[in-house]
């Protein structure tokens, strides 16, 4: 499967992503710098993390409007897999193509470790594999998912939201959330099923050496679900 | 002409930083805050038009870039010259 990263100004998990797609994962992946319009027959597009356009104004809202997000607006809208980590999801928020806001955590701190979520959807697209509860690290300071009172219900009436942040038995609960996420949110999907956005990094736990290999699980199943 | 644009948190969104200034002028013995609202100013130097075409102009701009519709609302005043 041919992988687009997408390379914003301040991207700065561009390289882990491409670094497991085409050296773990052993796909092919092209670099997308920001101002090109053409996704280079990219089958699934990477939105990967960072501080695109030092986070000025909004998180995500200046990359937005990048030249490339117009093809990739097209490519998530013909049913084509999309997948915004981090900074990447709070880019797909601002585009719309996922709904809700990320905003700063509640305790106003920049919160980078492991964390544990629940796998609240699985066999999604980018759930096909049999783990309940993984365990991903997190590195954000505007990691906070909020929604209106409509659109919160329609996230849960839908089976949209994905992970949540939970304790090590999988239980949801305020302890466990480190940013104060409603519904302990911690990662969403579109209706259509073709782009998740979560704030946790696969790519940063996709190989022993990194401490865990429950990233690659996503990876993989995106695998699965959209090759061929 | 000049156009001042104002955006801020929608009430309903939580507002950690303007609970940690109340905090922290609390703490500096200012009494009486009792809520802070974060917000971010903008002032735009314009070339001159009618008025109504920059208000016009100025909502777009607010719905598609400087304001987040999800999250915050706004408001502008605009000054001659």
């Known amino acids: 499967m041919k992988f687009g990263v997408v390379i914003f100004p301040g991207s700065n998990c561009d390289q882990d992503c491409i670094h ?6 052993r796909q092919e992946v092209e670099e997308l710098w920001h101002k090109e319009r053409n996704l280079c027959g990219s089958e699934c597009i990477v939105l990967p993390g960072g501080f695109s356009y030092g986070d ?9 409007f990048s030249p490339i997000m117009d093809s990739v607006i097209a490519h998530a809208r013909s049913g084509r897999p999309v997948i915004g980590i981090c900074n990447g ?8 193509l996922l709904p809700g806001a990320l905003i700063r955590n509640r305790s106003l701190r920049f919160i980078c470790r492991p964390v544990t979520l629940k796998v609240a959807r699985q066999g999604t697209p980018f759930t096909r594999f049999p783990k309940g509860v993984v365990r991903i690290p997190i590195a954000h300071g505007e990691g906070n998912y909020f929604n209106h009172g409509d659109g919160l219900k329609d996230l849960r009436d839908k089976g949209l939201v994905v992970f949540q942040y939970a304790d090590n038995a ?7 959330n480190p940013n104060g996420s409603l519904d302990n ?3 969403i999907m579109n209706e259509a099923g073709n782009v998740l956005g979560m704030m946790p990094h696969p790519e940063r736990c996709s190989e022993p050496e990194m401490g865990g290999t429950d990233g690659r699980l996503i990876f993989e199943s995106i695998l699965t679900s959209f090759s061929g | 002409m000049k156009a001042k644009v104002h955006v801020q948190l929608k009430r309903d969104v939580s507002d950690p930083r303007g609970f940690a200034i109340r905090g922290s002028l609390e703490s500096l ?5 009792n809520k802070v609202h974060v917000g971010k100013y903008f002032v735009l130097d314009m070339d001159d038009m009618p008025e109504e075409k920059a208000r016009v102009m100025l909502k777009a701009m607010c719905e598609k870039l400087l304001a987040n519709p999800v999250i915050e609302s706004y408001d502008f005043t605009i000054e001659k010259d």
């Not at chain 1, 999801?89 to 719309?96: D, R, Y």
């Open chain 1, 20 to 25: 497991v797609l085409r050296n773990v994962l």
């Open chain 1, 56 to 64: 000025y104004l909004r998180t995500g809202a200046i990359a937005r």
């Open chain 1, 89 to 96: 999801f709070q880019i797909l928020c601002e585009a719309g």
């Open chain 1, 170 to 176: 999988g239980d949801i609960t305020d302890a466990a």
């Open chain 1, 185 to 187: 949110i911690a990662g």
């Open chain 2, 29 to 33: 013995a200012f009494q009486g805050v």
